[in-house]
């Protein structure tokens, strides 16, 4: 016996034995379609919490290329300033956070994947129950109880061998989507720890009030500068007052 | 008409004339997958994967029945279906 058939005796074996409570074969089909419609829950649960999942991520990816942004600032404005020691913090959390940037961005690829395959998934199985309820109606109205046995089994075996297909399919994809939780929760943590965020989190040495008292500073300089050559220098304030004079006149 | 099921895909039915060929490539997947070799068994499952899909026409949606043969898609890992297998014999 080959692989796929070794491998379909599995499924029908675990199909048999969910569906071997019912006592009257008619049963079963009920039996059947309320599993049916338990899974189809679940598999549109599944949906719903890679979705969340993938926003979560993305939401993730926001605050990284946002602190990234604002790291890249403050290195230049703390070069611009002379403190290389500044700069360089700067830019080893702009690293670190541009190589969190990337795993995510890896992360949403495949959640993305996952995403299109339970919706996929669910789309099939939403076909194969309502398929099933059709036939479940024509056997239990034309048939009697023996003569539907041989009816209800191909259906029953047929729905079952899809059930376990896509209740596989739905375990993968929740075995991934928790790894990518933890992930992304190890992420949440590293935001939250600062270790990626700018310098002037709280917490943190404020580059950004050193580089506000560094530019303030300098802006007063210019100032005082200005005002020197404007008090001081009378030729320079006298040249410009009569270039405005002209323009008026 | 045989019917085959590729795992998370769907499922295809290939005419009768197509089983000996069905039969001795799923051997030769099962050979290779006790071998150990990954990579023959990756080349014998990809082949397989390919021969269905080219071979057989998709069951439609609203069409529910058994399939003869369940073929994991090329995502499966050995560990898995090493796994799913053991299912039935434990």
Redesign the interface.
């Known amino acids: 016996?080959?692989?796929?058939?070794?491998?379909?005796?599995?499924?029908?074996?675990?199909a048999s034995k969910a569906l071997d409570k019912a006592e009257d074969p008619r049963e079963t089909l009920d039996y059947s379609y309320e599993r049916q419609m338990e899974l189809l829950q679940q598999v549109r649960r599944g949906v719903a919490d890679v979705a969340t999942s993938k926003k979560r991520v993305e939401l993730q990816q926001a605050q990284l290329e946002q602190s990234i942004q604002k790291l890249e600032g403050q290195a230049r404005d703390a070069m611009a300033a002379n403190r290389e020691d500044l700069a360089r913090t700067a830019l080893e959390r702009k690293k670190a956070a541009q190589s969190q940037l990337q795993s995510l961005d890896e992360q949403k690829t495949q959640l993305g994947a996952e995403q299109d395959?339970l919706i996929l998934?669910e789309q099939?199985l939403t076909?194969?129950v309502?398929?099933?309820r059709t036939?479940k109606e024509t056997i239990k109205a034309q048939y009697t109880a023996a003569e539907a046995e041989a009816k209800i089994g191909?259906?029953v075996?047929?729905?079952s061998?899809?059930m376990g297909?896509i209740g596989?399919?739905m375990q993968?994809a929740q075995d991934k989507v928790q790894t990518m939780q933890a992930r992304a929760g190890a992420i949440d943590e590293l935001l939250d720890s600062g270790a990626l965020a700018d310098i002037s989190a709280p917490g943190h040495d404020s580059i950004d009030q050193e580089l506000e008292r560094i530019s303030a500073s300098s802006q007063v300089d210019a100032e005082l500068a200005a005002l020197k050559k404007e008090l001081g220098t009378g030729s320079a304030s006298a040249g410009e007052i009569p270039a405005g004079g002209e323009g008026a006149a | 008409m045989i019917v085959v099921r590729i795992l998370d895909e769907g499922q295809f039915a290939l005419p009768d004339a197509a089983r000996d060929e069905v039969v001795a490539r799923d051997t030769k997947l099962l050979t290779a997958l006790e071998s150990g070799d990954e990579a023959a068994f990756r080349g014998e499952l990809d082949a397989l994967l390919s021969f269905v899909r080219a071979s057989g026409t998709e069951v439609a949606l609203d069409v529910i029945t058994p399939s003869e043969f369940i073929l994991p898609n090329a995502e499966w890992t050995t560990a898995a279906i090493h796994q799913l297998l053991a299912e039935h014999d434990g």
């Open positions: 016996m080959g692989l796929m058939q070794r491998a379909s005796l599995v499924v029908k074996a675990k395959k998934a099939r076909a194969k309502e398929a099933f036939q191909e259906a075996s047929g729905i061998e899809e297909d596989m399919s993968r």
